[in-house]
């Protein structure tokens, strides 16, 4: 079986980040970059899957980005993925842009298996695994924490508001990984040299035309500063007060 793994180059969600001058992308200076934290699970599901079917089973990493992106497709060969393919393309790309890359690579390599993490930590917008799903014509099942396939039959359990349900698919299918569905491997320092010698595959992303285009990027207002009212109960007729005319949260 050949599992795809797609996977994103982002921020670190601790790190510093400035507007550049444009105010349509961030200042690069001082920012680290990671896999994709969600992608992660997504990493270790897609190798516990090769374990789980042997023979020639194969996991491909692939991304969408600019040659920055290697360093998260080492992180996923330094885990164990076999190869990796960088879908290159320096200039932004919207969920459907990147959806499309990662679709037409998907078909040429003949994965029948697809995992995403269930969001990017830049972004946030939880849609591309979807959409590539849908240009696929896969199954989908996102938001997943539980996860089972027996031949081409797949029971998967996935949060939704409130609860969890679970859910029956049929191969071939998109995955969506959320935190709890597993717990990540460390790359072992045999994994991280191994990786070194492994191919990462260099192309030029398909092409797109963007459904949106970014306007602006601002930081959010700064948080006004907290008020000490007292130190005792008899503040409390104030404190309500102010929670209610000023605050207006009761």
Known sequence: MKIAVCISHVPDTATKINIAKDEKTIDPNGVTYIINPYDEFAVEEALKMKEKFGGDSEVIAISVGGDNNKETIRKALAMGVDR????????????????????DEIKIQGCTL?????QSVDYDNAITGQLTASMLGYSCIAVVVNLKIDGDKIIAEREIEGGKEVVEAKLPAVIT????????RYASLKGIMAAKKKIIEEKQAASFESLTEVIRLKKPAPKKPGRILGTDSSVVPELVKLLHEEAKVI
């Open 177 to 184: 990984a959320q935190k709890g569905l597993n717990e990540p």
């Open 114 to 118: 697809v995992f995403f993490g269930k």
């Open 84 to 103: 990796g393919i960088l879908l290159k393309d320096e200039n932004f790309r919207d969920s459907f842009g990147i959806a499309k890359a990662l679709s």
